[in-house]
C-alpha cells in the first residue's frame, strides 16, 4: 500500500464511460480503477478484467456444508450413541435430506459472504480513499495513476477531449485501512487535493 | 445509441422526470430530514406493544407455561399459529429478492430491500414462539448438537421440529446476509453525501468501506446471483419443514401429503399481503409513489390472487381427500372442523383466503390502493385463521369424545402475541428512518430502460426493424 499521485476525470453516462475505457487501455495511462454508482455489466469485460471465481468458492463451501451435516449426524447417530428405535437403522440417510440441504446453504452463503468481503477488502471500521463524493450517486469516475511518464496536464487533456464532466489530481493512498470516515486524512488536509490545471 | 432497450409495452417502473441524482435525493431523503409526527407515534405505540410483550413473556416463564390457555387434549395453539404465521409472512420477501431476482422480474427493485427487512423482523418474531414456548429457557441450548457429559445424549436429527431449527436459523442468517449485502452500496451513498460527523462516522462503519469499483460490483452480481440460487429452494424448503411438523404427525386433520406445497402457497399469499399493508403505507409516509408504483401494487396483487386460488384448491383437496380416503379419523376431523363449535374460524378462513383475492380479478379493484390495503389486513386475517384451524381444530375433537374441549386463549399468550407485533414494527420504523427502503444502486441500474421519462425515448428504437437494432448494438462501442 502506498500513496501516490491521481488524476481523475468524472463521467455523467454509462456509454461514456465504455468510450473512456476503451482509449484509456490504447493509450497506454495507468488505469488505476473505475468507479460506478451502480453495476454496469460488460464494464469488466471493456477493462480486461477476468470473471470472478466466487461462484467456485460457493461451491466448495456449500460441499463443505453437505459433508458437515452427514458425517456430523452420522457420528451422532451412528458411531456416538446408537439408539435402537423399534429397529430402524442408525443411519437413515432419507430423514437426514433436510438438515443436509440447509447445512449446505448455510455454509454456501456465510462462507461466500465472508469470501465476498475479504476479495473486496471491506469489513466495519476500513476506509478507503474516495475520489469523488458522488461516485456513489450519479458520476462514474476513472482513476488513473500518475507514473514518470505521465504528467497531470497530459492525462486532465486527455480527460477534457473524452468529454469529463469534472478532472482533478489526487494524492491519495491506493489501499485500505482501519479510519474514520468522518476525518480528513493528513495528506487531504496539507492541500495537495487540487483541480487540475485545465490546459 | 444506449445499448440499453425495453419495449413501451411494458409499464414503467420509475415514474416522472428523475436524473440518478434525483433518485438517490429522493430514497435517501427520509433518513437525513426528521421524521414527521406519524413516525414518532408509531414507534412509541410499537415499543409499548414490545413492552408488554416483555411483561407477558417474563409472566409466562415465571410462572410457567400454564399461564396460557392450553389444556390436555388442545396442546398446541395460539403458540405454534402465531409462530407459522410469522415464518409465512417472511416468505415474501426471499420470494421477491430472490425467485423473482432469477426471473428477471424487474418491478422487484422497487420492493425488494423493504421486504427483505420484513422478512427478518418477521423471522425474528417467528422464533420467539418455539424459544418461549420450551417452558425452561435456561435449558434451551439443548437443542444443538454440543458434546455433553449426558451419554452423551445427541439432538433428535430425524424429528420436524429439529429440522425446524436448522431450516429457520439458516433462513434468518440468509436472509440477513442477503439484505446487508445489497445495502452495503447503498450505505455508501449515505455515506458519501453525509453532512453531519455523525452520520459520516456511522454510515462510514455500516458500509464496510465500500467505493464501487467494478471489480467490487462484479463480484456483488456474482454473490447476489448465487444467494439467490440458494435462497430459492431454501425458502421453498423452511415452509415445507414446518408444515412437516404436522404432516408427520399422525393427527388426522394434520397427516397429510399436500402440506408442503399448501403451506408455501400459504406463505407466500400472507408475506405479500403484509407486503402490500407495510409498502402502502411506507410510500405515502415517505412520498415514494414514484418508485412503488401502481403497476408494482397490481403485480403483488396478481400473485395474491394467484396463491390465494392454490390455497383454495388446497383446502378443497383436504375436504375431497377426507371423504374420498374414508377414512374414518380424517372424515371426523373435517365434520368438527366445519361443523363443530368453531364452525365460525373455518367461515373466516374461506371467506378471508379463497373468496375475498378472487375481487382481484378485476383491473380497477388491484389498482385501487385504499381497497389493496383493506384487503391486504383481510387477507392476513385469513391466514392466521388458516393456521388456527389446521392447528386446534385438528385437536380440539380427538380420539376420545370425553376429552373433547374447547380452547380459549389468556392474556399472556396475547400480550405475547401482541408484543410480536411490537418487535416487528419497531424494527420496521428504525428500518424506514436509518436504512434506504429501496435499493438505490438497483433503482438507478434501471432507470435508463424503465424509468418513465426514459420510456418515450425508446419510441425511435420501436420504428426500427430487429435487423437494424442488431447492427446498431453491435457496434455500439466502436469508434465513439
Excluded at chain 2, 59 to 68: A, F, L, N, R, S
Excluded at chain 2, 322 to 336: D, I, K, L, P, T
Excluded at chain 2, 438 to 455: D, H, P, Q, R
Aim: net charge neutral; proline share 5%; with cysteine.
Amino acid at each position: 500500500m502506498a500513496i501516490k499521485n491521481f488524476v481523475i476525470g468524472c463521467f455523467q453516462d454509462e456509454p461514456q464511460i465504455f468510450e473512456a475505457v476503451k482509449k484509456v487501455r490504447l493509450s497506454g495511462f495507468k488505469l488505476h480503477d473505475v468507479y460506478t454508482p451502480y453495476p454496469v455489466h460488460g464494464l469488466d469485460k471493456a477493462m480486461g478484467l477476468r470473471g470472478t471465481s466466487l461462484h467456485t468458492a460457493g461451491f466448495v463451501y456449500g460441499l463443505l456444508g453437505t459433508l458437515t451435516a452427514v458425517g456430523g449426524m452420522g457420528f451422532c447417530t451412528a458411531i456416538s450413541w446408537q439408539l435402537n428405535i423399534g429397529g430402524k437403522p442408525h443411519f437413515p440417510l432419507a430423514a437426514f435430506i433436510p438438515i443436509t440441504f440447509e447445512l449446505t446453504v448455510l455454509f454456501a452463503s456465510v462462507g461466500m459472504t465472508m469470501t465476498f468481503c475479504w476479495l473486496n477488502q471491506i469489513m466495519p471500521g476500513v476506509k478507503k480513499h474516495i475520489f469523488h463524493h458522488r461516485q456513489t450517486d450519479d458520476l462514474f469516475v476513472v482513476a488513473i495513476e500518475l507514473t514518470s511518464h505521465t504528467s497531470a496536464v497530459e492525462v486532465s487533456q486527455f480527460f477534457q477531449s473524452l468529454g469529463a464532466i469534472e478532472i482533478s489530481e489526487q494524492r491519495a493512498e491506493e489501499g485500505w485501512w482501519y479510519g474514520n470516515f468522518a476525518r480528513q486524512e493528513p495528506y487531504q488536509e496539507a492541500g495537495l487535493t487540487q483541480q487540475a490545471v485545465t490546459p | 445509441m444506449s445499448l440499453k432497450y425495453e419495449s413501451t409495452v411494458r409499464e414503467p417502473l420509475i415514474n416522472g422526470d428523475k436524473t440518478f441524482h434525483q433518485v438517490t435525493e429522493d430514497i435517501i431523503r427520509p433518513i437525513e430530514t426528521r421524521p414527521g409526527k406519524l413516525w414518532y407515534v408509531g414507534l412509541t405505540l410499537s415499543l409499548c406493544l414490545l413492552a408488554f410483550g416483555i411483561f407477558s413473556v417474563s409472566w409466562q416463564v415465571y410462572y410457567g407455561v400454564g399461564v396460557w390457555g392450553e389444556n390436555k387434549t388442545v396442546g398446541w395453539a395460539w403458540d405454534i399459529t402465531n409462530f407459522v404465521w410469522w415464518v409465512g409472512i417472511g416468505h415474501a420477501g426471499t420470494l421477491i429478492s430472490a425467485i423473482l431476482l432469477l426471473f428477471r422480474q424487474g418491478w422487484r427493485t422497487g420492493v425488494n430491500r423493504a421486504a427483505e427487512a420484513m422478512t427478518i423482523f418477521a423471522v425474528l418474531c417467528a422464533g420467539q414462539f418455539p424459544v418461549w414456548h420450551v417452558g425452561r429457557i435456561w435449558d434451551v441450548f439443548f437443542i444443538f448438537p454440543y458434546p455433553n457429559s449426558r451419554g452423551p445424549v445427541w439432538p433428535n436429527f430425524v424429528s420436524p421440529l429439529m429440522w425446524d431449527v436448522f431450516a429457520v436459523s439458516t433462513y434468518l442468517t440468509v436472509s440477513l446476509l442477503f439484505w446487508y449485502s445489497g445495502l452495503l452500496p447503498d450505505l455508501a451513498s449515505v455515506r458519501d453525501r453525509a453532512r453531519t460527523k455523525i452520520r459520516k462516522w456511522a454510515y462510514g462503519i455500516a458500509s464496510f468501506g465500500w467505493t464501487g469499483t467494478v471489480k467490487n460490483w462484479q463480484r456483488h452480481e456474482a454473490l447476489s446471483l448465487v444467494l439467490a440460487g440458494l435462497a430459492t429452494p431454501l425458502v421453498l424448503s423452511v415452509h415445507s419443514v414446518v408444515s412437516m411438523d404436522f404432516a408427520t404427525s399422525v393427527i388426522p386433520g394434520w397427516h397429510t401429503t399436500i402440506f408442503p406445497p399448501y403451506f408455501v402457497a400459504g406463505a407466500i399469499f400472507s408475506g405479500f399481503a403484509m407486503v402490500q399493508t407495510l409498502l402502502i403505507l411506507t410510500r405515502r409516509i415517505l412520498h415514494l409513489e414514484d418508485y412503488i408504483t401502481l403497476g408494482h401494487i397490481e403485480a403483488m396483487n396478481k400473485i395474491i390472487m394467484l396463491t390465494g386460488s392454490i390455497v383454495g384448491i388446497a383446502y378443497m383437496t383436504e375436504l375431497f381427500d377426507a371423504w374420498y380416503s374414508g377414512n374414518f379419523g380424517e372424515g371426523g376431523a373435517f365434520w368438527w372442523r366445519i361443523f363443530g363449535p368453531y364452525w365460525w374460524a373455518y367461515v373466516m378462513q374461506i371467506t378471508c383466503n379463497v373468496v375475498s383475492p378472487q375481487v382481484f380479478w378485476f383491473k380497477k379493484l388491484r389498482r385501487n390502493v385504499p381497497f389493496t390495503f383493506i384487503m391486504a389486513i383481510v387477507v392476513n386475517i385469513g391466514m392466521w385463521m388458516e393456521r388456527f384451524v389446521i392447528i386446534v381444530l385438528s385437536l380440539y375433537h380427538d380420539w376420545l369424545p370425553s376429552s373433547w374441549s374447547y380452547y380459549t386463549p389468556r392474556w399472556p399468550e396475547i400480550g405475547f402475541f401482541l408484543g410480536t407485533f411490537g418487535l416487528f414494527f419497531t424494527g420496521y420504523f428504525l428500518f424506514a428512518k436509518y436504512f434506504p427502503v429501496i435499493a438505490l444502486a438497483e433503482i438507478k441500474a434501471l432507470l435508463k430502460t424503465s424509468g418513465e421519462s426514459y420510456k418515450d425515448k425508446m419510441e425511435p428504437i420501436e420504428e426500427e426493424s430487429t435487423a437494424q437494432f442488431i447492427q446498431q448494438a453491435a457496434h455500439a462501442h466502436e469508434g465513439g
